[in-house]
Antibody, heavy 121, light 110 residues
Framework: QVQLVESGGGVVQPGRSLRLSCAAS????????MHWVRQAPGKGLEWVAV????????YYADSVKGRFTISRDNSKNTLYLQMNSLRAEDTAVYYC??????????????WGQGTLVTVSS | QTVVTQEPSFSVSPGGTVTLTCGLS?????????PSWYQQTPGQTPRTLIY???TRSSGVPDRFSGSILGNKAALTITGAQADDESDYYC??????????FGGGTKLTVL
């Protein structure tokens, strides 16, 4: 079965960096687009970024563009989110999810349990 | 920036039918937006119900269905049950690689 396990969350000061990881198993990782979605405490879901199956194309929400970088290592079945210049408003549970296909028309499908990022001084 | 709109809240009687919608602040939703629907109960991970307008995800009961109604995407729950009481989110592809979630609908079954 599909398993997605996020890690790397924690408490970080504003302006600092953090890298999240998502270990995937149970499906052919290199064939699927992968998403990051976040949810601030008590708020709704916010799409963050997507990377296509081969890593050649990446797309970001305006709120994180220029600060966050999505990447993947298909040899390790792992998705990453490098988060720089963190702000208090980046505080959220971060979920990784696979797209149901490989390209840009593939919405989030299976979800991980999420990892909490708290940006606070 | 385009805003994806959903009803903030909705209520349905047990056994009843309810249709939740997902629209755009400007323009109409079509299948080319690949509308998808998610269910989330408090403290839990989102669960995919419907993707690409009307494809039911594995294990989702057939009382959940997706469609395009007029200029919006729609999620219809037929024969609502108590455990359908959840938050429901839609997401749309903006055809630039970017996706946008709606604000969510809190469904009450009473």
């Amino acid at each position: 079965q599909v398993q997605l396990v996020e890690s790397g969350g924690g408490v970080v000061q504003p302006g600092r960096s953090l890298r999240l990881s998502c270990a995937a198993s149970g499906f052919t990782f290199s064939s699927y687009a992968m998403h990051w979605v976040r949810q601030a405490p008590g708020k709704g879901l916010e799409w963050v970024a997507v990377i296509l199956y081969d890593g050649t194309n990446k797309y970001y929400a305006d709120s994180v563009k220029g600060r966050f970088t999505i990447s993947r290592d298909n040899s390790k079945n792992t998705l990453y989110l490098q988060m720089n210049s963190l702000r208090a408003e980046d505080t959220a549970v971060y979920y990784c999810a696979n797209g149901y296909c490989s390209g840009t028309s593939c919405p989030p499908w299976y979800w991980g349990q999420g990892t909490l990022v708290t940006v606070s001084s | 920036q385009t805003v994806v709109t959903q009803e903030p809240s909705f209520s349905v009687s047990p056994g009843g039918t309810v249709t939740l919608t997902c629209g755009l602040s400007s323009g109409s939703v079509s299948t080319s937006y690949f509308p998808s629907w998610y269910q989330q109960t408090p403290g839990q991970t989102p669960r995919t119900l419907i993707y690409s307008t009307n494809t039911r995800s594995s294990g989702v009961p057939d009382r959940f269905s997706g469609s395009i109604l007029g200029n919006k995407a729609a999620l219809t729950i037929t024969g609502a049950q108590a455990d359908d009481e959840s938050d429901y989110y839609c997401v749309l592809s903006m055809n630039s690689g970017v996706w946008v979630f709606g604000g969510g609908t809190k469904l009450t079954v009473l």
